[in-house]
């Protein structure tokens, strides 16, 4: 490439590549969100990660053995507290 066009053109040309390629994280951050939209390779990866965190979060109680009673609090409990909290 440098015997073909020279030092000062081969130079130039690979800093335009370069230039030009630095562009691309920035498009993909501004139109990443529509181009995810329109991948169906995208949305089935969304359909998948939203299956499985809904599997694990209604599938681990019920696959995990019966323990003592744990001091997490769940939805439901602090739904009920601020139903409590508004009636007062």
Do not use: C, H, N, W
């Not at 590549?17 to 949305?43: D, E, H, K, M």
């Amino acid at each position: 490439m440098f015997e073909g066009l020279g030092i000062r053109g081969a130079s130039g040309l690979t800093a335009g590549l370069g230039t030009l390629v630095s562009v691309i994280p920035f498009v993909l951050f501004a139109y990443g969100a529509r181009l995810r939209a329109r991948s169906p390779f995208a949305q089935e990866l969304l359909r998948r990660a939203e299956e499985e965190e809904r599997r694990t979060r209604l599938g681990d109680q019920s696959r995990r053995p019966s323990r003592a009673p744990s001091k997490e609090r769940t939805g439901s409990d602090v739904d009920k507290e601020g139903a409590a909290e508004l009636a007062v």
